[in-house]
């Protein structure tokens, strides 16, 4: 009954490990999930009371496919301030979350074969959504000595007479590594010598930076000339704390975004109006609540990077953004667990959850096996915690 592509197509890894976090906490156990990437903290209080507002206003029927006018004059606002340039509301479309945007972008460049360079470690539903979409993800793993990223010499190498497009995303999910300015630079360059390129950036985390800024460099500050075949793409998720409400967008030259709305249009329809007007209140109004969020994390940042170091054979990633530690457990693999030797990731993970009843995120599903990812968008109690659970694992590997 399936077709081809559905009987190989997986879950998403972190929603179904958050599932079963979930699932083993109503069963009773005493889980601490550091699985899925969500704030731990509550939509902001004016941004609720606009979605309530909007309900009593009965602004609940269809809104146009690409999402009400006043939402995308505030995003073409704010966008227009990070990238620096003069946005037109034509130049945005709002979806469903940023996760059916970045299906909704590949979709309207991809042709059947063509290729993408997805750079690695990857955000888990990357290569699928390529592959969904008709086109062919080109790995390009990025190595620990540039702290995850790619170099504009791995640009270059992976670029083909079939690269369609190349997908950025810093501060990165999931190592927290962010692009300087400079090898943006060095990016950018190269992209220019490939004209028929598009880049798709995904900044959902952007607002998340651990920088003096507090905001990420972006590839259009750059090279600002990039922006005709750009797409910006965010959303209401991350710094708004709003993953439930779904709302994400893409900004871009006209000609893709008119070809993403058509696509919306046709398939999901419009997001919800509820949730875009919370989000016209929540961009426009919540820049103290924002910057509080980002200085909670960052203390949350400094409280699990220096608990987490003292584990003996971990090593870890000092993000520069996000909500993630990229933990390198190489060490532990090959160790003796339970009169067996450890073999990689994914069963590292699997004792930690059945044993420990600590889930987190096996590297594996980000491609490149030896690592974990951990969520520190939690309370410093669960953080706390959940290092005790990894010493006694670690305790127990001989
Ligand atoms: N990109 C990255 C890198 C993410 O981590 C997420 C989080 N799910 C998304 C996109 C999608 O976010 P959402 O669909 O909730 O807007
Ligand atoms: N981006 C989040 C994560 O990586 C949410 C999960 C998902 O959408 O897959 O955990």
Not at 47 to 75: M, Q, R, S, V
Not at 79 to 105: E, L, N, R
Not at 264 to 288: M, P, Y
Not at 342 to 355: P, R
Request: hydrophobic residues 40%; proline residues 5%.
């Amino acid at each position: 009954m399936l077709s081809k592509r559905m009987q190989e197509l997986k879950p998403s890894p972190t929603l179904a490990l958050a599932a079963k976090a979930k699932q083993l906490k109503a069963d009773g156990h005493d889980v601490i999930s550091l699985t899925v990437g969500e704030p731990d903290w509550t939509t902001y209080a004016k941004a609720k009371e606009a979605g309530k507002t909007a309900i009593d206003e009965n602004k609940t029927t269809y809104t146009p496919a690409a999402g009400i006018p006043p939402l995308k004059a505030a995003i073409a606002e704010l966008i227009g301030q990070q990238i620096q340039k003069t946005i037109d509301p034509s130049q945005v479309t709002v979806g469903a979350g940023a996760k059916f945007i970045i299906y909704a972008a590949l979709t309207a460049v991809l042709d059947p074969g063509d290729e993408v360079i997805v750079p690695s470690p990857y955000w888990v539903s990357y290569p699928t959504m390529v592959e969904l979409a008709g086109g062919e993800p080109k790995i390009v793993q990025c190595e620990e000595s540039t702290d995850f990223k790619m170099t504009a010499d791995q640009l270059e190498q992976a670029m083909t007479s079939k690269t369609k497009a190349v997908l950025l995303n810093s501060p990165s999910n999931p190592t927290g590594a962010e692009y300087s300015t400079e090898e943006l630079v060095a990016l950018a360059a190269v992209l220019k010598q490939h004209p028929n390129v598009v880049i798709i950036s995904d900044d959902i985390y952007n607002q998340l930076s651990f920088n003096s800024e507090s905001l990420s460099p972006h590839i259009l500050n750059v090279e600002p000339s990039l922006f005709d075949r750009c797409l910006s793409i965010n959303g209401m998720s991350k710094a708004y704390a709003m993953t439930g409400w779904r709302i994400g967008w893409a900004v871009g030259p006209e000609v893709l975004i008119k070809a993403m709305a058509s696509f919306q249009s046709q398939t999901t329809g419009a997001s919800s109006s509820v949730s875009q007007w919370a989000s016209v209140t929540a961009i426009k109004d919540c820049h103290k609540e924002v910057e509080q969020a980002l200085v909670a994390l960052k203390e949350r940042k400094t409280f699990f990077l220096d608990k987490i170091s003292k584990v003996p054979g971990l090593s870890i990633f000092n993000p520069q953004g996000a909500f993630y530690l990229w933990v390198n457990i190489n060490q532990w693999i090959g160790q003796s667990y339970k009169g067996e030797a450890l073999k990689d990731s994914k069963q590292v993970a699997e004792a930690l959850l059945n044993d420990e009843k600590l889930a987190v995120v096996p590297g594996q599903e980000f491609g490149l096996d030896g690592y974990l990812r951990l969520s520190f968008a939690a309370s410093t109690k669960d953080l706390e915690e959940a290092t005790r659970r990894f010493l006694n694992f670690q305790s127990q590997l001989s």
